[in-house]
């Protein structure tokens, strides 16, 4: 009798030492996260994607460039601001510093999805996330390829598949562009969510 009451407890104590152990809790907590990130995520890409078809057929490049300059920006905008996360766009080779430019863990996700692709893994299904701890809370970080499409080339790609009239705009806009050169299928970057996880 006294034993099997040992035993039950013992069995409680590490039933609940699994729930807390960083393993178990936090896998299921991710699961519960990347659902809604990998949502905004394609809801980013896809309406990014529709806009670009859009003014590529209304308008001539030159438009098109305020598509990927003012309006791949304006969405992530407001889709950070009704979701209360960070929504944004980087690149492995970057175009705009400001908005662009990957942090440490960014880099080194986008550095992944390389290696993964090189081993032969489709960039277009792959995400990564993790929940970090840096010195003012938990956060929840979600990061899924962005790749080069073939419409895309006309200002990402190399030189002789760019315009002229396009490269004197991205000349004279970004100096310090480096987002040229790429190929159909490249990583061009990701999108990044980070979302802020209430204290543990
Ligand atoms: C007509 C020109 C044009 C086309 C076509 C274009 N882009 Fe861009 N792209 C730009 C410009 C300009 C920027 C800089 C935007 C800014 O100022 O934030 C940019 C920035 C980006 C960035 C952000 C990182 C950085 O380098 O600053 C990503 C990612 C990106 N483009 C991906 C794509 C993808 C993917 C496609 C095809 C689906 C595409 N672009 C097509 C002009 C273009």
């Known amino acids: 009798m006294k034993r099997s009451r040992g035993g039950v407890h013992l069995a409680l104590v590490s039933a609940a030492l699994l729930a807390a152990s960083p393993g178990g809790g936090e896998a299921a907590e991710l699961a519960e996260y990347d659902k809604a990130a ?83 893994e489709d960039l277009m299904g792959m995400t990564h996330s993790e929940i970090v701890t840096e010195p003012n809370g938990r956060y929840y970080r979600f990061m899924k390829p962005i790749v ?24 004279t806009t970004y100096p310090f562009d480096q987002a040229i050169g790429y190929q159909v299928g490249d990583l061009r970057g990701a999108v990044s969510i ?3 996880l209430g204290a543990e």
């Open 194 to 196: 980070k979302r802020p």
């Open 148 to 171: 080069a499409q073939p419409h895309c080339l006309l200002c990402h790609g190399p030189a002789e598949h760019v315009p002229e009239e396009i490269k004197t705009v991205l000349k």
């Open 38 to 120: 990998s949502e905004v995520a394609t809801t980013l890409i896809r309406q990014f994607g529709e806009a670009m078809r859009r003014e590529m057929a209304k308008g001539g490049p030159t438009e098109v460039v305020k598509v990927c300059a003012d309006l791949a920006p304006e969405l992530a905008g407001r889709l950070s601001r009704e979701q209360g996360w960070r929504v944004t766009r980087v690149g492995t080779r970057v175009r705009n510093p400001l908005l662009g430019m990957p942090d440490a863990w960014e880099q080194q996700v986008l550095a992944t999805f390389a290696e993964r692709a090189a081993k032969g």
